[in-house]
């Protein structure tokens, strides 16, 4: 792991809300996490432009698209992430390290002030968009936790598109 200067506050961060995944059929995992372990049910979602806007990697703005799941357990919501176009973080994931766990997650309303004290202390946005009224960022905390952290702001969240198992 990368050595940096660690501030001297921590950042505050919200609860970890989520453990994010990427894999490479949707359908499949969700399959998977269901028959084997009971997990779910799966709300599925598609985000892609021109919904998903903003959107950028490494800083440049470019249209990339992704078809999710989201189900609650316990506590912690888990998501299974299939990249469908563009270039992302996720197909990235899936080249150099292939299906697995990606990311963490906590929701972050003063989401500017967050961003600013991550940049202060060197560490910068991979990836980021907006869906409805949220927005994400994935940050690269990757060299010095482990793992990929997402902060995101949200007021709502759409119906999905389907569900798995269906009703």
Same mark, same amino acid.
């Given at each position: 792991? %990368? /050595? $940096? ?11 970890? *809300?989520?453990?994010?995944? %990427? %894999?490479?059929?949707?359908?499949? +995992?969700? !399959?998977?996490?269901? /028959? ?23 800083? /440049?703005?470019?249209?990339? +698209? ?21 270039? +992302? $973080?996720?197909?990235? @994931?899936?080249? *150099?390290?292939? !299906?697995?766990? @990606? @990311? $963490? ?8 002030? *967050? ?8 560490? +910068? ?18 060299? %010095?936790?482990?793992? $990929? ?5 949200? /007021? *709502?969240?759409?119906?999905? !598109? ?6």
């Amino acid at each position: 792991m %990368v /050595k $940096i200067k660690l501030p001297p506050q921590p950042i505050k961060m919200g609860d970890l *809300t989520q453990v994010g995944m %990427v %894999v490479k059929d949707l359908q499949e +995992s969700m !399959e998977r996490y269901w /028959k084997l372990l009971g997990i779910g049910p799966w709300s599925i979602y598609t985000f892609a432009p021109p919904d998903l806007r903003e959107a950028t990697v490494r800083g /440049k703005r470019v249209d990339y +698209s992704m078809r999710l799941a989201l189900c609650m357990a316990g506590p912690v919501q888990l998501e299974l992430i299939q990249p469908l176009d563009g270039p +992302s $973080i996720y197909v990235e @994931h899936l080249a *150099t390290k292939g !299906e697995g766990l @990606h @990311h $963490i997650q906590s929701r972050v309303e003063n989401i500017e002030e *967050t961003l600013a004290a991550f940049e202060k202390n060197g560490i +910068s946005v991979l990836m980021s968009g907006k869906q409805g009224d949220g927005e994400f960022y994935y940050l690269d905390t990757e060299p %010095v936790l482990g793992i $990929i952290y997402e902060i995101f702001r949200r /007021k *709502t969240r759409s119906a999905p !598109e389907a569900v798995y198992p269906p009703a």
